[in-house]
């Protein structure tokens, strides 16, 4: 059984930084896909970044480009998003999932994400 647990979030003001974490278990988790998700009060569910965990390669959304960084640490089976720039808008919960089977050009989907986190709010004050 896959668990996933996200810790890390906080408040913070405009323009500063945050570090969330999770922490997977279960198995091992080569050739998985992991990313982060995040929802505001009253909006869908969006995707942030994605890391391909054997590989290392990263992908994210347009609107945290140049901002975010999702590495991850194979031997702690932990990953992580920096988060620079905090403006406003990236408040909500940030939730940590996992792909076991990955398709190709679908890193951003939802539905492909088997494995879900409880979520760890990030709150960015003006």
């Known amino acids: 059984q896959v668990q996933l647990l996200e810790s890390g979030g906080g408040s913070v003001q405009t323009g500063g930084s945050l570090r969330v974490s999770c922490v997977a278990s279960?198995?091992?988790?080569?050739?998985?896909?992991m990313a982060w998700f995040r929802q505001a009060p009253g909006k869908e569910r969006e995707f942030v970044a994605a890391v391909v965990w054997s590989s290392g390669t990263t992908y994210y959304a347009d609107s945290v480009q140049g901002r975010f960084i999702i590495s991850r640490d194979n031997a702690k089976n932990t990953m992580y998003l920096r988060m620079d720039s905090l403006k406003p808008e990236d408040t909500a919960a940030y939730y940590c999932?996992?792909?076991?089977?990955?398709?190709?050009?679908?890193?951003?989907?939802?539905?492909?994400?088997?494995?879900w986190g409880q979520g760890t709010q990030v709150t960015v004050s003006s």
């Open positions: 999932a996992a792909d076991p089977f990955p398709r190709g050009g679908k890193v951003a989907e939802m539905g492909e994400y088997d494995y």
């Open positions: 279960g198995r091992t988790f080569s050739g998985y896909v």
